[in-house]
């Protein structure tokens, strides 16, 4: 998307409730699970570095996963997942801090707050081993600079995933400085998904970066073509959370990190 393009009416509704929403109270400081060491222990075990995404609903799934996300979150690991992600967003996405600090406890894998943060001070509302920063939402007038919001989540102990969805936004977030880097497969003009985005964005990313593939994601073949298109990892919240009439989130979760597990590797960089 470039920056001319309209965003979705239910993007813009997530955004004008994010701005609404203030910060903690006390700084947060966190000594944090490290992604790219569980991004490693995965490979080296034979498993697709997989972070799976607990995600109660979202303005593009069919009605609500109400179980217990601490039983999702065991599921998950217990089938491979080697980080999770955990949506805290509570008007469109069901999700809240509450539940994160729950699933953090409950599990040993890094996890991910996967929020709309837009003000310094939204990155003190729970400890999380991740924070999601997404430069498209940062570019809108009255949000924090990406730098500086980049180096405030440092300076609180969190690692920072920067989500892009263009080759210009790759450029914005390698220039604030980011290490871990997200392309988002889904459009925030009309909620589609392409995993041709991941594969035309994923060349201009330099080898340091650690990449992740987000969205979209659903079968054994679209693991393999992530990595094969050089994903280090894979963000995956639908297929597990509800593939079809597929509840059992071990299983979903087992089946896609056992996808594939070399066709990293096998890609020749050139
Ligand atoms: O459910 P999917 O298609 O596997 O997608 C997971 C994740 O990538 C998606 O939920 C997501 C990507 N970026 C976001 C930003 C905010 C909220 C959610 C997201």
Redesign the pocket.
Same mark, same amino acid.
């Given at each position: 998307m470039d920056d001319s393009e309209e965003i979705a009416p239910a993007v813009q509704s997530?955004l004008d409730a994010a701005r609404e929403r203030g910060g903690g109270g006390d700084r947060v400081s966190v000594t944090g699970r490290s992604l790219p060491d569980a991004f490693d222990a995965a490979a080296a075990d034979g498993r697709t570095p997989v972070i799976a @995404?607990i995600?109660p609903t979202?303005p593009?799934?069919e009605g609500e996963r109400t179980d217990d996300p601490v039983d999702l979150a065991q599921q998950m690991v217990e089938g491979g997942a080697a980080a999770l992600?955990v949506?805290t967003?509570p008007e469109h996405?069901g999700g809240s801090a509450a539940t994160l600090e729950r699933v953090r406890d409950a599990v040993d894998v890094p996890v991910l707050r996967?929020?709309?943060i837009l003000h310094e001070e939204q990155l003190d509302v729970v400890e999380a081993d991740v924070v999601?920063l997404?430069v498209r939402f940062l570019e809108a007038e009255g949000t924090d600079d990406l730098a500086d919001l980049l180096a405030a989540a440092r300076e609180r102990g969190f690692q920072v995933l920067v @989500?892009t969805h263009t080759a210009a936004e790759v450029e914005k977030a390698i220039d604030a400085g980011a290490d871990i880097i997200?392309v988002?497969?889904?459009d925030l003009a009309e909620l589609e998904?392409d995993l041709g985005t991941f594969e035309s964005v994923a060349t201009d990313v330099p080898e340091s970066v650690t990449l992740i593939a987000?969205?979209?994601?659903?079968t054994e073949e679209d693991v393999t073509r992530m990595r094969r298109a050089g994903a280090d990892a894979l963000?995956?919240?639908?297929?597990?959370?509800d593939h079809g009439a597929a509840t059992d989130v071990e299983a979903n979760t087992r089946r896609l990190t056992r996808a594939d597990t070399d066709a990293a590797e096998t890609t020749t960089d050139t």
């Open positions: 997530i @995404e995600k979202s593009t799934a992600s949506l967003e996405f996967k929020d709309f999601l997404i @989500e997200g988002n497969n889904r998904v987000e969205s979209g994601i659903q963000l995956i919240g639908s297929a597990i959370m």
